[in-house]
């Protein structure tokens, strides 16, 4: 289970089928009733976009810092390019478990303190 202002990494390993000019990082987190409470997709302001080559490897890393109250929830995500295509997506591939802790109040707003790094990884 994820904790309250606990420091966490999502990790995407992909390599390019096509040449992608502009591959950007998706995510969006749902609660049990469907609304999507976190979403960054590249609209948002999170990260830039990568150009990725057929065959090159890249290592993308979302790190978060949950500030989620106590409850369920589920993430989906993937590559996409800047104008929303989706190229691989992975909707609600992760169940987000995350420990109550009766010292915090949460609102319905959600924050990640998120940020995207894309990482060129050696070609073999």
Do not use: M, W
């Amino acid at each position: 289970a994820l904790v309250p202002r606990g420091k966490y990494e999502l990790r995407i390993r992909a390599t390019g089928s096509i040449d992608v000019p502009d591959l950007c990082f998706a995510l969006h987190v749902r609660n049990r009733q469907g609304t999507v409470v976190y979403g960054v997709d590249p609209r948002s302001t999170l990260g830039p976009s990568f150009a990725v080559r057929a065959g090159e490897s890249l290592d993308i890393r979302l790190r978060f810092t949950c500030h989620f109250g106590g409850a369920c929830f589920f993430a989906s995500y993937g590559l996409v390019r800047s104008d929303g295509t989706a190229l691989d997506f992975r909707h609600e591939a992760l169940e987000l478990r995350v420990e109550s802790d009766p010292r915090l109040q949460h609102a319905s707003i959600v924050d990640l303190d998120a940020s995207v790094e894309c990482v060129r990884l050696q070609s073999r």
